[in-house]
């Protein structure tokens, strides 16, 4: 299990030669999942994905999260918390996404954020960002869920906080209640667990028995939104990698394909990178160029260099990119031998009968193998653990002869029964019954 890393500029085909990798893991003797985050987001691809699925027999196993189409979605709720587990885990996967955008009020605001998501699931068990913003927003839901607590340890906490923190708690809630308005406004992970349950996704379930599961985040139409659902899932990765870490039986191997990555990364991925080899997972990471991924922090792309052994480069025009390959397979001694040579009046060359030798560095692979690439379908598969003179194997990619397949949710209808959870729904805007 090794990371790959693929880059090559739009239109070379990246994305056909990560569907290729995706069936031949799906064909895979052992189960494997695979998880595919698409930050292009076009329906093709989507459909191309479980066209793949049905090929290999496993069309049942195969959902979608499609944040550009409601009706070709599963549900996903990104702060469930399965029975055996501590809520503290999650509520800590959540908020290592926040951006905040003062150091100062970092510390405060995880100390508000933690003990209000312990809150909401002590009164509701299970609930959505619908429910977490609420708490923050509105004061009287958040007392009411206060007066309904069991933990009073929990509650008086919250109370001593505020009175420590006075005119910095509100400050705090404002913050924390603007990110979380990006996420309670996405119908696909704002859903009832008891009304949705035969269309909803258990991403911890999805990895322990091999599920297929992508991740349309069309860019284009909703470039916000895609950014921070394309991190949620990072990190969901990294969270879910986690308590398969925690156990000690063998896990079934998981790849995971993170198309266009540049578009969401943040730097909690590199930590993912680095551990998940040791959890059976494989991660396979396509962009079109390293300093996209750079972005996020400095010398961020070091850290995803080094923990992908394996390159597949395309044609590129980027002397940095193509000269980092060459000096990072290494170079070799070769003897060069130098002839001194003369003119004569014909003007052919005349040796002088004089020649040296000496011995100089050269490239194992050459930096102009990939300048004099063809733009589309040509490729070097490249790494120091190649048995091969240039360190890189030359690959012609071909395109799979696959039928998209247009595959939809079908949800259950089961008795409607007494409400649990959504408490805000349900005592302030009267949506569902009492």
């Known amino acids: 299990s090794m990371h790959m890393l693929i880059l090559g500029q739009t239109g070379c085909g990246k994305s056909t030669l990560m569907q290729t990798m995706m069936y031949q893991d799906m064909i895979s003797p052992d189960g494997r999942g695979v998880i595919v985050i698409d930050g292009k987001g076009e329906s093709s691809d989507r459909d191309m994905f479980f066209g793949l699925a049905k090929k290999a027999g496993r069309l049942q196993d195969a959902k979608c999260i499609d944040l550009g189409d409601t009706r070709a979605s599963w549900f996903y709720n990104p702060l469930y918390v399965p029975d055996d587990m501590d809520p503290k885990m999650v509520a800590e996967k959540i908020y290592s996404i926040f951006k905040c955008s003062e150091e100062f009020y970092k510390n405060f605001q995880k100390s508000i954020f933690i003990p209000m ?47 420590k923190l006075k005119f910095e708690f509100d400050k705090c809630l404002a913050g924390i ?133 394996i390159k597949f480069v395309y044609s590129q025009d980027d002397p940095q990119i193509i000269e980092r390959i060459s000096k990072d397979i290494g170079t070799f001694q070769e003897v060069l031998k130098t002839e001194r040579v003369t003119k004569t009046a014909l003007g052919t060359d005349w040796s002088m009968g004089e020649s040296s030798n000496r011995v100089t560095d050269s490239f194992r692979f050459h930096p102009n193998l990939i300048k004099n690439l063809h733009y589309f379908g040509q490729g070097y598969c490249i790494s120091k653990l190649f048995d091969h003179k240039h360190g890189g194997v030359g690959v012609n990619v071909g395109k799979l002869n696959i039928e998209p397949v247009i595959h939809r949710p079908i949800k259950v209808h089961k008795p409607k029964l007494p409400m649990k959870g959504m408490y805000y729904e349900k005592t302030y805007t009267q949506s569902f019954p009492m």
């Open 177 to 309: 209640e603007a990110w979380l308005s990006n996420y309670k406004s996405i119908p696909q992970l704002n859903q009832s667990i008891e009304e949705n349950e035969s269309i909803m996704i258990d991403m911890a379930e999805e990895l322990k028995k091999g599920g297929l599961i992508y991740v349309r985040l069309p860019f284009a139409a909703y470039p916000e939104t895609c950014h921070d659902v394309g991190s949620l899932f990072l990190q969901e990765i990294q969270y879910l990698l986690g308590i398969r870490q925690m156990n000690s039986s063998q896990e079934r191997p998981f790849a995971i394909y993170a198309d266009e990555f540049g578009k969401y990364v943040n730097e909690n991925v590199s930590l993912a990178l680095s551990t998940s080899r040791s959890a059976n997972i494989m991660w396979t990471i396509s962009t079109q160029i390293a300093s996209d991924i750079d972005k996020v922090a400095k010398n961020f792309i070091e850290q995803i260099w080094s923990n992908t052994r």
């Open 117 to 163: 998501f312990l809150l909401l699931h002590d009164v509701l068990g299970q609930f959505t960002f619908k429910d977490l913003y609420n708490a923050f927003e509105n004061t009287d839901y958040r007392s009411q869920l206060m007066s309904k607590c069991t933990n009073l340890e929990l509650v008086e906490s919250i109370k001593r906080k505020k009175i």
